[in-house]
Structures are given as C-alpha cells and as structure tokens.
C-alpha cells in the first residue's frame, strides 16, 4: 500500500489536487483589482496613475500608484492618496493622507488605506496631485474594479 502511494504519479497528482484546493479556496475568501490607467501631461512630464483594492474575508485594503514616463520628475513634483468608496451608495469610507515623493523619482504609490469590516462592496478611486510650476494639479485615477468582502 505505501509503495502505490509513493509512486510518481500519485505524488504529483496529490500535489496537482492540493494546488487546485489552495488557490480556489483563496479566491473565494479574496479579490483584488486596479483600475484602468489614466495618462495625462503637466508641466512638461507625461503621467500616468491608477488604483488598487484588495479584499478578504474581513478587511479592505487600497493604494494609488503615479507614475512618470518621459523624464524623472524631482522630489514633491508628485502626490498621491488611496480613496476608498462603498459600492451601494458611492460613500467615501475611508482614505489616506496625501503622501508627496520625497526624492527625485520616476514612481510613487500612496500610503495604504486599510480597514477591518464584516461585510460589503468597496472601490478604490486614487487622487494624484502634480506640479505645474505655480502650485499642484489634481488628477482622480479611473475607478477600480469592485471587490467584495465576504
């Protein structure tokens, strides 16, 4: 009986099964999502932007991403900040503090926003803010896909 079970075939297809039962059963429990990306050009620098949102069984998580494609903008041309929204009434729940880049680069990403809940819908839609040479403008990233905590 050992012997059968030791075989090559059986060990991988165990494996095979134990794969399959780990990564369905995180995707019933999770979901995570980014936003399309938005692309825009101030003050000489092409950007670009999006948001993320991941969900598990208790908790939401987001964060915003900005980023620059033509040349290294320096440190505080960029800001971002993670919004949070809930899908059944567009509410904003929660949010992070606008986090500027504190050293030339060609990326960022907002802080995270993060929260324990029982249950609902939610969305990630980031803010990103970028120098004009006479203050900031604001830029939303596309709103994410919807995830939900089960």
Known sequence: MVDTLLKPRNIIFATI???????????????????PEGYFSVY???YSNKSFISTSS???NGWTWLGASNKMPP???MGA???IYNDANDALVASST????????????????FRSVSFGS????????????NGYE???SFQSPTQTVK
């Open 98 to 113: 606008m986090t500027y880049s504190t050293q030339d680069a060609w990326s960022m990403g907002s802080d995270g926003c």
């Open 44 to 46: 000489g620098y092409n």
């Open 81 to 83: 900040q993670t919004r």
């Open 75 to 77: 440190a505080g041309y």
């Open 138 to 140: 604001s830029y939303n």
């Open 122 to 133: 939610y969305y990630s839609k980031g803010l990103t803010r970028v120098y004009n040479g």
């Open 17 to 35: 099964l134990y794969c399959a039962l780990l990564f369905s059963s995180h995707a019933i429990f999770a979901g995570s999502a980014w936003s």
């Open 58 to 60: 208790s908790t939401y």
